[in-house]
């Protein structure tokens, strides 16, 4: 057998452990790069990555994980999974025998529903490794009002290794839905907050936060020229946390939550910012889609604005417990005139390679803690 020859300066036993040492640190960077490898080929042949979906709705209800990958096709490559954290509360004193389904349709009041992560980690560990790369899955099953909603999510790494990749979708401000969870509201004031923010960066998690921009139907955007309600309070907390990875959910509208007359500006001043420059916008809800899409004028001042950042965007469907796939669809193309205005690179960016960056260094920054901190107690 050949020996290796002797370095310079150095005998052959130290040659030798030298080239064992080169050896496995090749092999540690190759394994690295094959676990990122698949998901990046994976989506090549895809018409975009999904960084916003629920597989359940407010009453834990949704498609099985393998009905909603024939839903996926050939159309969605990799797809951020997580179910809905508010359960809504069938009180028969308010609704008798009609038993609700959906956060509108009812009085009764939203509750926390953690069991939803035990959920989501079974569905995924029940696919086969090619099909698990396709997911990327959340913790979202905490109250951000408990400063113990971190040990929620420490518990959940450890009973689940290998699993998730980032927290959220979860609530701070939202048309309706704050109101309606008894006990503190929610606040962007809360240290609680922060110290989830602070853990996501120690971990490598990727977060979603819905936090609505404004009030509900508070003013008229064309004329009132008051700040948005919660842009403030939003900007703090955003840069009061510079090494956390955030995805603002729906760039901050909803249902009733319209764009404020400077929305594009105040977006921009954001993107344009360093000191935000860990803060991603997705346009995910078909409530979302309907303002960006309501006139030309609206389509090209988005379109605008993403081709001046065109690494800040993601395209998100935020369906919810889909039954089939054109429902699952309708908001990819509900934006169908905005992937016109937009080129080809930017389109790219926004519908596949931002999400593909982002959460495959989640991933390995998310297996690096486990393997550091999760012991040996995960659910086979």
Known sequence: MNKLPSLPGTNGRSASRYAQWFLFFTQLVLALLVRVAPARSQ???????????????NIQEGPTIHDFLNMMGNKAGRVTLFGVPLQQQWSYRVDGDRAPTYYLHSDAPLYYYSFTDAWIAIAY????????????????????????????????????????????????HKEFVSAKIPGEVASLQNPA?????????????????????????????????????????????????????????????????????????????????????????????????????????????????MQRYPERFLFGTDAAA????????????QYELLWKALDAETSRKVRLGNYERIFDEARCKVRNWENVHAPSVSLK
């Open 322 to 333: 889909p039954t089939d796939q054109s429902k699952y669809l309708k908001v990819f193309y």
């Open 125 to 172: 560990k029940s696919l086969s490794k090619e099909q698990q790369a396709r997911f990327d899955p959340m913790i979202t099953g905490f109250n951000p009002t408990d400063m113990y909603a971190v040990d929620h999510i420490r518990r959940v790494l450890r009973i689940f290794p290998g699993v998730f990749a980032g927290i959220g979708e979860f609530t701070i």
């Open 43 to 57: 989506t090549a042949n895809y018409e975009f990555n999904d960084s916003h979906f629920h597989l359940t709705n």
């Open 193 to 305: 907050l922060d110290r989830i923010f602070d853990f996501a960066a120690e971990v490598g998690l990727v977060v979603i936060l819905h936090n609505d921009i404004d009030i509900p139907i508070a003013r008229d955007v064309a004329k009132d020229e008051s700040e948005a309600a919660y842009l403030n309070q939003l900007k703090a907390v955003l840069k009061g946390h510079p090494n956390t990875t955030i995805i603002w959910a729906h760039m901050g509208l909803g249902r009733l939550v319209a764009p404020p007359k400077e929305h594009f500006a105040q977006i921009e001043a954001i993107l344009r910012d360093r000191d935000f420059r860990n803060v991603y916008v997705d346009i995910s809800w078909d409530e979302v889609a309907k303002y960006f899409v309501a006139s030309p004028e609206a389509t090209k001042g988005l379109a605008d604005l």
